[in-house]
């Protein structure tokens, strides 16, 4: 299949090859001719599965017949459950808006930065992504109007509708007119997706795409039964020994993102952190830093385990187990992303033995462990070199 068979205009098929997509994912495949017939959808696919641009290309190409009242309308609103996933959606919007003969402007909005500056931005927006809490805050003071949006996007659906976003969605909901065509993207398919299946979506068409095996198994698993006191040392000699150019670290408590990158640093391994006690201009920076390359080891919490897209990146680290088996799966999904393998290592402590048997029966993919004997043979080589 071509992207020319699934009825997109000429203009974006040239933007297409710009950016060398050949032919579409299987979620592009089946969402496009769905999202321009104006139906409602539910996606399950994985970040990585290329589910943004099935969203994005004909969300555009759908904009061309809308119309706004005036400047503080938007006709799209894309939800999303992070600052870092805000920016990277509307950049793929505008990545293909350039190409589009008509006005669509993609802002993305978000907390942690200042308002004012946001707001000077909102003018004639045609799709706002937003993060729910800084959306709040344009709604109450009246920046922004969603009473003409003819689309809602809930990407990272599960996320967005867990109980952790539940009063903020409620309230947002309630400015949205009742008709629009509604769009759930999510990498899980959780009970509670589908109890508000029926509430938000109209017979909707559901895709499915069975990717996560496949998407694991790009993925080359070890784990290292490591006492705390040796997760220092051994990140350090797997760094080097494996000539790591890129690596992403995962940490449970901002804390220990920081002592991780202070350690690497004194060692002089180029790391920096983005956690939530970061500012939102620091956090934009680095991450694209990262992104561009230019940053060697970047350390987070699992604010950036869910939907951020980096390319070829070949090493993530669990230096602490998430508490969840689902963001296990996200957080290693960062790599192994879009056909390119990736390694995945995670360190186990005694304590978090049972934890990681647990991890390895939900994501039915069983871990080589290397033991604590060869961990201990391993560090000990290092010091006598
Ligand atoms: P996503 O799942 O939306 O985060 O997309 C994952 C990655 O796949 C992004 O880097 C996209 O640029 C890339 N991508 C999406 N669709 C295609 C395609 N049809 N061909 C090649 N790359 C794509």
Redo the contacts with the bound molecule.
């Keep these: 299949m071509s992207f020319s068979s699934l009825d997109l205009p000429k203009y974006l098929l040239k933007a297409l090859e710009n950016v060398?997509?050949?032919?579409?994912?299987p979620i592009?495949e089946q969402a496009i001719p769905a999202i321009l017939e104006r139906k409602d959808i539910l996606g399950i696919a994985q970040?990585?599965?290329?589910?943004?641009?099935s969203y994005v290309l004909p969300i555009l190409v759908n904009l061309e017949s809308s119309v706004l009242p005036s400047d503080k309308h938007v006709s799209v609103l894309v939800l999303v459950p992070t600052r870092e996933l805000a920016i990277q959606v509307a950049d793929v919007f505008k990545l293909f808006a350039d190409a589009m003969p008509y006005r669509c402007k993609s802002v993305a909005v978000y907390g942690g930065v200042n308002v004012e500056i946001q707001l000077q931005s909102l003018r004639d927006v045609s799709v706002l992504v937003a993060t729910p809490g800084r959306l709040i805050d344009l709604l109450s003071t009246n920046s922004i109007d969603l009473s003409a949006v003819d689309t809602l996007v809930l990407d990272e659906a599960d996320k967005m509708l867990n109980l952790g976003f539940k009063d903020e969605m409620d309230e947002i909901l309630t400015y949205l007119p009742e008709k629009r065509q509604n769009l759930l993207f999510s990498a899980t398919l959780s009970p509670h997706i589908e109890n508000v299946r029926s509430l938000l979506l109209k017979d909707p068409l559901v895709i499915q795409i069975e990717q996560q095996e496949d998407q694991i198994e790009l993925i080359n698993q070890s784990a290292y039964a490591v006492s705390n006191e040796q997760k220092g040392p051994l990140l350090r000699y797997l760094i080097t020994e494996k000539k790591m150019k890129q690596v992403l670290i995962f940490t449970s408590s901002v804390h220990q993102a920081n002592v991780v990158v202070q350690k690497l640093n004194q060692n002089r391994i180029d790391a920096d952190a983005i956690h939530s006690k970061r500012t939102q201009r620091d956090r934009t920076a680095i991450l694209k830093d990262f992104k561009k390359g230019r940053l060697r080891v970047l350390v987070a919490t699992d604010l950036l385990a869910r939907?951020i897209?980096i390319?070829f990146l070949p090493y993530v680290i669990n230096y602490e187990l998430p508490r969840s088996p689902k963001d296990f799966v996200h957080r290693i999904g960062r790599t192994g992303?879009?056909e390119n393998p990736g390694e995945a290592i995670s360190f186990i402590t005694e304590h978090d033995e049972h934890h990681f048997k647990v991890i390895q029966k939900k994501m039915k993919k069983f871990v080589d462990t290397i033991s604590a004997e060869e961990v201990s043979l391993l560090l000990a080589s290092k010091v006598a070199k």
């Design positions: 060398n997509y050949a032919q579409p994912y592009q970040t990585g599965s290329g589910k943004t641009a939907g897209d390319q992303r879009a």
